[in-house]
Each structure stands twice: as structure tokens, then as C-alpha cells.
């Protein structure tokens, strides 16, 4: 099990398809991860920052924060996997 006080950061991501691939190869070597998503135009405490701002201008491939996490035992490991 993955928590908070055993894990380690193995990558960050932006790409829909890095993100994909990642899973596909921690998956395929059986490297236990949990990820998490940060939608960049969310709700913000002082209102909704999309209604205020619009995204006019703005990458839209940026607009997803893709972090991923591994046991610290299996760090190594994953990191050769997904070759960093």
C-alpha cells in the first residue's frame, strides 16, 4: 500500500499520452503507483478562474497536471521502466 509517508514523486506530466504510457509500462512491471490531477482551470477559492480569465490564449495541453507516485522501494525500478 501507497501512502503518503512511503511514497516518492516518479514523474510529473502535462501530455494525456505520456500519462497513458506511463500507466501502460508501471502496470506491465507490476509497479504499484497512485496518481493524482490537477485541473489548471478549476475552481479557485475567489471564484471560478475560467469565467473570470476565459482561455483565450492559453495551451490547452497545459490545462491537466498528470503526478505520479511510487513506493519508495520501487523507485529505482520505475524509473528505469519509464526511463527518466
Known amino acids: 500500500m501507497i501512502t503518503i509517508f512511503n511514497r516518492k514523486e516518479l514523474v510529473t506530466t502535462f501530455s ?3 500519462q497513458i ?3 501502460a509500462l508501471l502496470e506491465q512491471h ?3 503507483y497512485t496518481y493524482k490531477i490537477i485541473n489548471r482551470n478549476s475552481t479557485s477559492p475567489f471564484g471560478d478562474t475560467r469565467s473570470r480569465t476565459g482561455t483565450f490564449g492559453q495551451n490547452l495541453e497545459s490545462t491537466y497536471q498528470f503526478i505520479f507516485y511510487v513506493h519508495k522501494a520501487d523507485y ?3 524509473k528505469f521502466v ?3
Open 82 to 84: 519509464i526511463k527518466l
Open 21 to 23: 504510457d506511463v500507466r
Open 76 to 78: 529505482e525500478k520505475a
Open 16 to 18: 494525456c499520452k505520456r
Open 30 to 32: 507490476h509497479i504499484n
